[in-house]
């Protein structure tokens, strides 16, 4: 039998913010979602986390790229727009720099990933904002990030559907940490999973 592709060790790179260095969880060296990624895939594969703390998709075109397509990756995985909403970034531009990132990850042969935005209506941090404006917008963010994705053959990982799901107000204040917008540990886990099972899903 020949076996699937995927069954053989990968090299990981992540493409991110801060929620890719583990701000808001208890060891964040550990316990960020692309480490906690990387224990799922096969004996020997090899982790590249280029995720910069604050990083929009601009700097992640920049500064990340770049380092990206030196990896050779076979996997890419990428979550970025939060800090692109907080510093108000026209949803165009973020689009054409997500577009510009998935575009040079494409080049390298990775098989890509990309994660679209939570409901922010249900972090804290953005309590302040109107919660039907707010979900408007993020609603029009995700239809561009798929849009995107599909363009450049990527797959979405649905964190806004996974995160309305959550249904019980205790399992949800569990997953975000003291400053209302990063995950906890716990958090950063149920990250991971989504990434791996829509992964595994694509296979």
């Known amino acids: 039998m020949v076996p699937v592709p995927g069954d053989h060790a990968q090299v990981l790179v ?6 890719a260095v583990g701000i808001g969880a208890t060891n964040p060296d550990s316990d960020n979602w692309v480490a906690r990624l990387g224990t799922k895939l096969p004996s020997g594969s090899r982790v590249v986390n280029l995720g910069i703390s604050g990083a929009t998709a601009e700097q992640a075109l920049q500064q990340e790229l770049p380092v990206a397509a030196d990896a050779a990756p076979t996997l890419a995985a990428v979550w970025l ?7 108000n970034v026209p949803l165009d ?10 575009s ?3 080049q390298t042969g990775a098989r890509l990933f990309v994660a679209n935005l939570p409901d922010l209506r249900l972090l804290p941090a ?10 408007a917008e993020v609603r029009g963010w995700n239809a561009a990030i798929g849009r995107i994705a599909n ?6 990982v649905d964190l806004y559907t996974a995160w309305g799901d959550l249904k019980d107000a205790k399992e949800r204040a ?7 917008l990063h995950p906890t540990s716990a958090g950063y886990s149920r990250l991971a ?11």
């Open 151 to 156: 363009e450049q053959g990527a797959t979405v």
């Open 126 to 135: 953005f309590n302040s904002r109107d919660p039907a404006a707010l979900d």
């Open 14 to 19: 992540a493409i991110g913010a801060s929620d």
């Open 81 to 87: 727009g939060v800090n692109d909403i907080e510093q």
């Open 174 to 180: 569990a997953l975000v940490s003291a400053d209302g």
């Open 193 to 203: 999973d989504l990434f791996w099972q829509t992964i595994e899903a694509a296979k």
């Open 104 to 106: 040079g990850l494409r």
């Open 93 to 102: 531009a973020f689009g054409a720099n997500l577009t510009g990132v998935l």
